[in-house]
């Protein structure tokens, strides 16, 4: 399995670089990271989730995806309180104390998280794990932009965002047994296959946006790295051990919280905060540490004998 882990951490390195360089060498417009993104949010992430989820819920299972969603909300709440105390060190009032808790609570679950779990642990665990982050997917695009830009989406806009619709109909799809045409599921497995990859060149163009010497400066965006990457997984894993989780609930606990840190930081800091590449600064650091911190933790919770 840590061969697994290590192929698909490379393959991930391949793909972000390659996005970098093209955004580096200046090969694609300016806004190519906008049109990915549409692409991803509005297409293949919510036809991968809905390809994962019709094809692995059913009427017999449904009952189990109803308690993995359960621990994903208290995964959510042990990663929120764990997040927020972290925070108050950095900056205990004010725009900055949000940007921190955000930091600390919100990883990238979604392009970096579901490939990597499907990649590593295969169709069935990435399923689970779908299910699992519904609430932190929630939390998101709630509270988590409200922390990062003073305002967050209505209910209505949540509820009819495409990958919510995605998971919905998937998991509708799944347990009424819909059988889709052969030509459907083809056309369905194809746009999934299209998410990771693109998924990892937006993260590398996105990082590419900012000076090269820029992302390496500034020692503070290390340390929230190490504290995101290494800390705040093993925190979040006692917590929700502690609570219950076991299994498969007890490695997405670490997991999901092991995760480098989301993007929405690099979208929504890139002009705000007294620094203009703070986001992408402390994206980058985390995406680039975690190559060897998700490793080293699930070499750390193998032999403990967790998973």
């Known amino acids: 399995m840590t061969v697994s882990i290590i192929k698909q ?9 390659t996005g ?22 509005k297409l293949f992430l919510p036809v991968y989730v809905f390809y994962s989820l019709s094809a692995s819920v059913t009427a017999e299972n449904i009952r189990n995806y109803s308690f993995t969603a359960l621990y994903g909300l ?9 997040g927020f105390l ?8 004010g725009k900055m104390r949000n940007i921190y808790i ?9 392009y970096f998280g579901f490939p990597f779990i499907e990649g590593v642990f295969g169709q069935q665990v990435k399923a689970d794990m779908i299910i699992f982050c519904i609430p932190l997917k929630l939390f998101t695009y709630t509270v988590g932009l409200y922390l990062l830009c003073g305002k967050a989406e209505g209910f209505k ?45 937006l993260l590398g163009i996105t990082i ?12 503070k965006a290390y340390i929230i790295s190490g504290i995101r990457l290494l800390v705040i997984p093993v925190i979040v894993g006692a917590l929700c051990w502690l609570l219950g989780a076991r299994g498969n609930n007890l490695l997405f606990s670490v997991f999901v919280a092991a995760m480098p840190i989301g993007l929405n930081v690099v979208v929504f800091l890139q002009n705000d905060s007294g620094d203009a590449y703070f986001g992408a600064r402390c994206c980058f650091l985390s995406v680039i540490f975690s190559m060897i911190t998700i490793p080293l933790l699930y070499f750390l919770i193998t032999y403990a004998g967790i998973v």
């Not at 208290?74 to 764990?82: D, K, N, R, S």
């Not at 972290?86 to 009032?93: G, H, Q, S, T, Y």
């Not at 955000?102 to 979604?110: A, D, Q, R, S, W």
């Open 9 to 17: 951490i490379a393959i991930f390195s391949i793909f972000i670089l």
């Open 20 to 41: 970098f360089l093209l955004k580096k060498t200046k090969v694609l417009p300016d806004n190519t990271n906008e049109v990915i993104s549409k692409l991803e949010t």
């Open 74 to 82: 208290v995964f959510l709440a042990a990663a929120f309180v764990t």
């Open 86 to 93: 972290f925070a108050l060190p950095f900056a205990n009032k």
């Open 102 to 110: 955000y930091l600390f609570t919100v990883t990238n679950f979604g």
């Open 157 to 201: 806009k949540v509820i009819l965002d495409p990958i919510i619709i995605g998971l919905v109909l998937g998991v509708a799809a799944g347990v009424l047994s819909v059988d889709l045409p052969p030509v459907v599921k083809t056309v369905l497995s194809k746009l999934s296959d299209c998410m990771s990859p693109l998924a990892m060149i």
């Open 208 to 219: 590419g946006s900012a000076p090269l010497l820029k992302l390496f400066s500034g020692y």
